[in-house]
């Protein structure tokens, strides 16, 4: 298999460290709020390798994370606990935040068909673990302690800026008005490996360390958590463009000071998706859910497959109009094999079908080209053969693909059930006009508790039965 290594920028011959066993690891969301369907490309190009690896023949151990404490609004340790943040917008705890994104972060997974982990740990679950790193990291001189903090020495790192490629006299934090510079740090691009809670007085989660009360940086805990439950020796470590620098440069910088050795040897990135206005985020403009997806009416594997379309290293701008066509391709597709299906016959051609999975396995290994995967099933589609040896061929593919080509999902709506929401959003939208906004809250609430959750944007009062 040939994979893009960010570490070495070339495209690679990939070379487990241990012949058929691959280890996977993949940096979890930050559950402060929804995921949005840009995040979400991301899952679904890991999950699609995941799924790819498995086809060749490889077993797969993956492993993710869950952000739950640590993740700051800026990469240069100031700025707001996302986390915090989340809490105060809805006047939860920080834990009930991260329990209730975290569920909402799986259903919208599943509903786009991305697998679970096997391996699915919470960052606040490891402490015991970042300690005995950062305890490591100190007596080796590659942390110091300033003003109550531990922070990461970026200039005793061998080859601090390979991955990012980036070129170090360039880089000026601080440069940026917006970015406000951490004055205990030795160097700007040093990073928090704990903080004690001086820094972040109000932050809810903290624990007891050898350097005080507080909690950790966001980076060592997926250094952490990697080595802790897939080894010392890692195949191949993913993630979106944007973790490249520092997330991910600082978790090499890391864990290879901690182990000794090299730590992971290839580096994957899945490029962003991005809406007309550029970046996707999720403060600004409307902010593109699954279940937004869903209240408009398309179907969640439509975007799925929407993102099939393109590879997983080009960046893919999102549009309704885009959506539609994907939308269509997608609905078409499924009506062929539909078809296929219903006039099932004739005995299954096994070298026909060799030939496809041959021919289906050299996409996956041609840098993960899902376009090619694509391609492979529409020639089948047109193949003169007959419609069993078809339906073993899709039946093999969809194992990646995940489009559930073979499925037909009859959707049921509960038209009482949507009546009742549709009178309980009006109810609320009219206390909000007259300002009770206690009303307001109790709908909301009333609403959560039978799982019904609402979300207002800019288009109108969304909701998603969960
Ligand atoms: P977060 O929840 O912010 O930690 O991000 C979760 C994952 O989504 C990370 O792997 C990010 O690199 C990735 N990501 C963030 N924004 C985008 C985007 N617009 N398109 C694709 N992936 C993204
Ligand atoms: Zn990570």
Not at 18 to 46: Q, S
Not at 186 to 191: A, H, K, L
Request: charged content about 30%; aromatic content about 12%.
């Amino acid at each position: 298999m040939r994979l893009y290594n960010t570490l070495t920028k070339k495209i690679e011959e990939f070379t487990p460290y241990n012949k058929n066993e691959v280890t996977l690891y993949t940096c979890g969301p930050t559950v402060y709020h929804f995921a949005h369907i840009g995040n979400l490309r991301t899952y679904i190009f890991e999950d699609i390798l995941e799924k790819g690896l498995e086809y060749l023949g490889y077993n797969v151990k993956r492993c993710m994370n869950i952000t739950d404490v640590g993740h700051m609004s800026s990469d240069a340790d100031t700025g707001e606990d996302k986390m915090l943040k989340g809490a105060k917008r809805e006047h939860k705890t920080v834990y009930e935040i991260a329990d209730f994104y975290t569920k909402a972060f799986f259903d919208d997974s599943a509903k786009l068909n991305i697998r679970k982990p096997a391996i699915i740990k919470k960052a606040s679950d490891q402490i015991d673990m970042y300690i005995k790193m950062i305890e490591k990291l100190l007596k080796e001189d590659y942390a110091y302690i300033s003003n109550g903090n531990v922070y990461f020495d970026i200039s005793k790192a061998k080859d601090y800026y390979q991955l990012s490629g980036k070129n170090p006299d360039e880089l000026i934090i601080g440069a940026r008005e917006d970015v406000e510079l951490d004055k205990y740090k030795r160097n700007p691009y040093d990073f928090g490996l704990w903080f004690t809670v001086s820094k972040f007085e109000n932050q809810d989660m903290r624990w007891d360390s050898p350097w005080g009360i507080g909690y950790p940086g966001w980076h060592i805990e997926c250094s952490g958590i990697s080595i802790k439950y897939l080894g010392e020796y890692l195949d191949i470590h993913c993630g979106g463009v944007d973790n490249i620098f520092p997330h991910h440069t600082n978790e090499i910088a890391q864990s290879e000071a901690y182990l000794g050795h090299k730590w992971c040897n290839y580096w994957l990135h899945g490029e962003h998706l991005n809406d007309a206005t550029g970046k996707m985020s999720k403060s600004k403009g409307e902010f593109l859910t699954v279940s937004l997806l869903e209240n408009k009416g398309y179907d969640p594997l439509a975007y799925r497959f929407f993102c099939l379309q393109s590879h997983y290293r080009n960046q893919l701008v999102f549009s309704y109009d885009a959506l539609d066509i994907a939308s269509n391709t997608y609905t078409k597709l499924k009506n062929k094999v539909k078809n296929i299906k219903e006039n099932a016959n004739g005995e299954i051609n096994k070298e026909i079908v060799n030939n496809y999975q041959n021919k289906f396995k050299e996409a996956i290994e041609n840098d993960l080209n899902t376009s090619l995967m694509l391609t492979c099933l529409y020639d089948i589609l047109k193949e003169d053969v007959n419609n069993n040896t078809k339906l073993e061929i899709i039946k093999s593919f969809d194992n990646v693909l995940s489009l559930d080509l073979l499925e037909e999902k009859e959707k049921t709506i509960d038209e009482e059930l949507v009546k009742y929401i549709e009178e309980q959003i009006a109810k609320r939208n009219l206390a909000k006009q007259n300002k009770d906004y206690e009303t307001a809250d109790k709908i909301r609430k009333e609403l959560e508790e039978k799982n019904i959750i609402i979300k207002d944007t800019r288009e109108g009062t969304i909701y998603e039965v969960r």
